[in-house]
């Protein structure tokens, strides 16, 4: 009974194609985080949704977009996939804005060719 | 700019030894101060937090200690296992920045 899930758990692909990375958490949290952790393990933020609106847009190409449909779905999309792309993404949910741990997925680990 | 500095990037201990991480920051709005445990191929899982009113707290054979004036804060692991083998990352919120910043990591090698 996972609490947060992501989907795929890898994913190989081309240089400039467009793929998506989904999150689901059944932990009824409110608020939703992409992290990316890249070759040396730095944890980065990319974005944070609070019942389903954007609230952490940090700088990040805008071939980035999330989507979260509803407050337990937080996807991510990448258009014109580049190398530099390449990194492990992390979903993550939290009960609320405030002082709240996280809990994380098993993330996605992203190779781009 | 890394607003958590986190030290060193590796340690390896005997089983038994007392590993020690540690973590410095620079924002004094900063109230939560959690540490993550991350094993290969997993997500990081919250293993202990403080908050700056306290000066140590403990959770089985873990111990976060904190330094307010300072701003540092370690972790500590007694009776370390092998099974403690992880990388373990500092991380730290507040001042109206509804995220949490992480430390850089470090790779934690308890050997039996």
């Known amino acids: 009974d996972t609490a947060v899930s992501q989907t795929p758990k890898y994913l190989v692909t081309q240089m400039g194609n467009d793929k998506s990375i989904k999150c689901e958490q059944n932990l009824g949290h409110d608020t939703m985080y992409w992290y990316k952790q890249d070759s040396k393990k730095f944890l980065k933020i990319m974005f944070s949704y609070n019942n389903k609106e954007l609230i952490i847009n940090e700088t990040v190409p805008n071939r980035f977009s999330p989507k979260s449909p509803d407050k337990a779905h937080l996807n991510l999309h990448i258009n014109s996939l580049e190398l530099g792309d390449s990194a492990v993404y992390f979903c993550?949910?939290?009960?609320?804005?405030?002082?709240?741990?996280?809990?994380f997925g098993s993330g996605t680990r992203l190779t781009v060719v | 700019q890394q607003q958590v500095k986190q030290s060193p990037q590796s340690l390896i201990v005997q089983k038994g030894g007392i590993p020690i991480i540690n973590c410095a920051y620079e924002?004094?709005?900063?109230?939560?101060f959690p540490w993550y445990q991350q094993f290969p191929g997993k997500g990081p899982a919250l293993l202990i937090a403080i908050r700056p009113d306290v000066s140590e707290k403990k959770e089985g054979r873990f111990t976060i200690s904190f330094n307010k004036s300072a701003k540092q804060f370690s972790l500590h692991i007694m009776d370390s296992q092998p099974g403690d083998s992880a990388t373990y990352f500092c991380?730290?919120?507040?001042?109206?920045?509804?995220?949490?910043?992480f430390g850089q990591g470090t790779r934690l090698t308890i050997n039996p």
């Open positions: 993550a949910s939290s009960a609320g804005t405030g002082v709240y741990g996280y809990t």
């Open positions: 924002n004094t709005a900063f109230d939560y």
């Open positions: 991380a730290a919120r507040g001042g109206g920045a509804q995220k949490l910043v």
